[in-house]
């Protein structure tokens, strides 16, 4: 294994290495990425498989279909899933698993806790989960939208060492290799900021999968900062795996941080995502992240969104700045309601009796980044 000390890694496989035409599933390509997978698991080192490919796996089965049309997407996720899964099975004489989430999934942290439980016991008991979205429940507001995301956050879910991202070409470059021949290839990064998301360049290639090298961006982001390895490579040839295998560097490798962020602030951070705003006075400038009590209905200027009890909150100044994202202990509609108070000893005796604003599990403070 190319890093003895790893004990699990995430490898994501995105549509086009599963079905590169579109005409149902083909293990051209997944041939060397499955024998990778036995050889870590020979070597002892657990693997979680991200596969995309339901969407263009199930193409070929509405020919006349308009394809772009979202009820006709889900419908080609829901047939492709079962094609896509036993291809994969196929290459395998160790058993698999399906794991099918959503967004709303990962930041609910009680069913994010159970997905967890669930991959450990797989894994502990020799078994291959294989992830992939639930495309055919979500609608956008509840969706991930990409797999490259959805592994980072599959990778911290399951404490992985390791996040290896397929990609078709070699890894990050200075500038798109497509378009310039002087492109060059970054082998390491340290440090994933704007300058790297420039060389990312936009959102989406083409194709036949969702993400392009800005979501492998953004997925190592929130991998790195876990303390995960990341790794963007070229999962189209089989060197790439056998040089995994030797230890060396394929592709582009993403440095870890060196002060990981603890497991349930990472979830805060990077996977909870915020039902609404409340907006706190410019000079307010409690240690949230130590004292969650300290917000009080006194310095909320503006209660933004729609949020009930237990739903993740972002707390920023009047002047834009993020200060953290936290658990509200309070619905929207309550805080509007203590936080419009004339009457202030009201709003305190109210206050003392309901408890802190925001509770002070897993709060992601913002402004350190
Ligand atoms: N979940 C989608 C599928 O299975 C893929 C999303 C992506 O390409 O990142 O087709």
Redesign the pocket.
């Known amino acids: 294994m190319s890093n003895p000390n790893w004990k699990r890694v995430v490898i994501k496989v ?2 086009a290495l599963i079905s590169p035409n579109q005409q149902g599933c083909s293990s051209h390509y997944l041939l060397s990425i499955a024998q990778f997978i036995v050889r870590c698991r020979a070597n002892g080192t657990q693997v979680v498989l991200v596969s ?5 796996a199930g193409a070929h089965l509405f020919p006349e279909l308009e394809k772009s049309d979202i009820a006709i997407k889900k419908a080609m ?1 829901a047939a ?2 079962t094609e896509m899964i036993a291809t994969w099975d196929r290459l395998f004489d160790f058993p698999s698993a399906q794991i099918l989430l959503t967004h709303a999934d990962l930041r609910d942290r009680e069913r994010y806790v159970s997905i967890r439980e669930t991959i450990f016991s797989l894994l502990d008991n020799g078994v291959l989960p294989i992830v ?2 639930n ?1 055919t429940v979500t609608t956008d507001k509840l969706k991930v939208g ?3 995301n959805l592994s980072a956050m599959v990778a911290s879910a399951a404490e992985a060492d390791a996040l290896i991202i397929c990609s078709d070409i070699d890894g990050l470059y200075d500038k798109n290799p497509h378009e310039h021949d002087d492109a060059t290839l970054l082998k390491t990064v340290d440090n994933i900021d704007a300058s790297i998301y420039a060389m990312a360049g936009g959102a989406v290639k083409g194709g036949v ?3 392009g090298m800005r979501t492998k961006i953004e997925a190592a982001e929130k991998a790195v900062s876990h303390g995960i390895d990341t790794y963007i490579i070229n999962g189209f040839t089989e060197l790439s795996f056998n040089m995994l295998l030797n230890g060396e560097n394929p592709g582009t490798h993403f440095k870890p941080h060196a002060k990981p962020m603890q497991e349930n602030v990472h979830w805060m951070r990077h996977t909870s995502n915020a039902q609404g705003e409340v907006i706190v006075e410019g000079d307010f400038d409690a240690q949230l992240d130590s004292d969650a009590e300290q917000l009080t209905s006194s310095e909320i200027v503006d209660v933004k969104g729609e949020f009930s009890v237990g739903d993740t909150i972002l707390v920023r100044k009047e002047d834009g700045t993020k200060l953290v994202k936290a658990k509200s202990n309070y619905s929207s509609c309550l805080l509007n309601f203590i936080a419009n108070q004339e009457n202030e000893e009201f709003a305190n005796e109210f206050e003392e009796k309901t408890g802190p604003i925001i509770s002070d599990q897993h709060i992601a403070n913002l402004e350190k980044e």
Do not use: M
């Not at 995309?52 to 263009?56: D, E, K, N």
């Open positions: 995105g549509s995309s490919g339901s969407v263009a996720a492709g899933q992939n979205e495309d990409d797999n490259d999968g969702t993400g």
